[in-house]
């Protein structure tokens, strides 16, 4: 059985972000042991945890809130360090590996689609669609689903298997198999860009499949205790535009960079003070010297730049879809 590290080859094409390996390092041991190693000892769970708490501190700027991280705490690492058996242990790992292994793809794909590499977000969002069938088949014991070809075969046959348990796996099948056929269109083997529209569908649908995965997983047996408060999570995400900041070991994103993440989020769609900015900024754990602010407000404010100055004040110029019209819809 293959880690989650090894079965993308065909998609190196999407970009890699900074923090990217890291992460995604944790995610694979925190699968590692929970679905395919029985030797785990204090060490490994101290390390896995430890690993979790960083990616969740990553995750928080990138979604704006830290409830994804609250919940994982509470659940599961909180009774994990007070101690409980290797069958418990086992177990608690596999339902913190089922409900978190959604967020890597999708908080990347919001990014990317925010920033405009439309193939990117789309080759993402197949890559949420293998992870769902990819647990599914383990969680539902039939790992043997893996050892199948190509995606629709395994898709088909997990539908089969699961279907007199979970009625709705019909309708989970049909979105990840149009998902993943935009990806295998618009992926790395294709020179076309993904279209805007494709790209908006693909990253639309993917709450509703998170819906679909955390109800398929009460049937089998993994019911998510707060699974009304991750899907408000998903669906916040989409609604409000987050945009992901990373920490990025050693590189840090310019002024400039960091107020355009809050343009295309519609921050400066009501006139906003340097305070204002200062204290949005302070949010997302960015501070930069005021001269440096000021000097980059003035900039962006000057012709051609997004951002209008009046009365003191810092607004929009044109709403983010009309700044970028041209390149976003040719």
């Known amino acids: 059985m293959t880690t989650e ?19 995604e390092a944790v995610l694979d041991e925190l699968y590692r042991f929970a679905w395919e190693s029985n030797a785990l000892d204090s ?9 979790l708490r960083w990616v969740l501190s990553v995750w928080n ?3 704006g809130t830290q409830r994804l991280a609250e919940i994982v705490e509470v659940q599961y690492l909180a009774p994990l360090s007070n101690g409980m058996d290797a ?3 086992v177990r608690t790992l596999k339902d913190l590996d089922l409900i978190i292994c959604f967020f890597h793809h999708y908080i990347y794909a919001f990014e990317e689609f925010l920033d405009r590499k439309f193939r990117h977000a789309v080759i993402r969002c197949g890559l949420i669609c293998e992870r769902i069938i990819k647990r599914l088949s383990l969680a539902s014991g039939h790992a043997e689903i893996l050892e199948l070809p190509n995606f629709d075969q395994k898709t088909n046959r997990l539908r089969s ?25 618009k992926g790395a083997h294709d020179t076309g860009a993904a279209s805007v529209m494709i790209a908006k569908t693909c990253m639309s649908q993917t709450p509703t499949i998170y819906l679909f995965y955390l109800e398929a997983l009460g049937k089998i047996g993994y019911p998510i205790p707060l699974k009304q408060e991750l899907l408000n999570l998903v669906n916040s995400t989409i609604s409000t535009g987050t945009t ?8 840090s994103r310019s002024c400039a960079e960091v107020l355009e993440s809050q343009y295309k989020q519609g921050f400066f769609s009501v006139p906003r003070s340097q305070a204002d900015i200062i204290q949005r900024l302070g949010d997302f754990g960015f501070s930069f010297p005021r001269m440096t602010l000021s000097d980059t407000l003035r ?8 951002i209008i100055k ?21």
């Not at 060490?43 to 690993?51: A, F, N, Q």
């Not at 298997?161 to 269109?185: C, H, M, P, T, W």
């Open 244 to 251: 992901l900041i990373l920490s990025q070991e050693g590189k």
């Open 43 to 51: 060490r490994d769970l101290v390390r896995i945890s430890e690993g």
């Open 310 to 330: 009046r009365v003191g004040l810092y607004a929009q110029r044109l709403p983010p879809t009309e700044f970028y019209e041209t390149e976003v819809f040719s």
């Open 5 to 23: 590290n090894t079965i993308h080859s065909v998609d190196l094409e999407y970009r890699r972000y900074p923090d990217e390996d890291k992460v």
């Open 299 to 306: 900039r962006l404010s000057g012709r051609g730049g997004f």
């Open 87 to 89: 069958e418990k242990t």
């Open 161 to 185: 298997v699961l279907e007199s348990k979970y009625g709705d796996i019909l309708f989970l099948a049909d979105f990840v198999r149009y998902i993943y056929a935009q990806r295998s269109n």
């Open 61 to 63: 700027k990138a979604l």
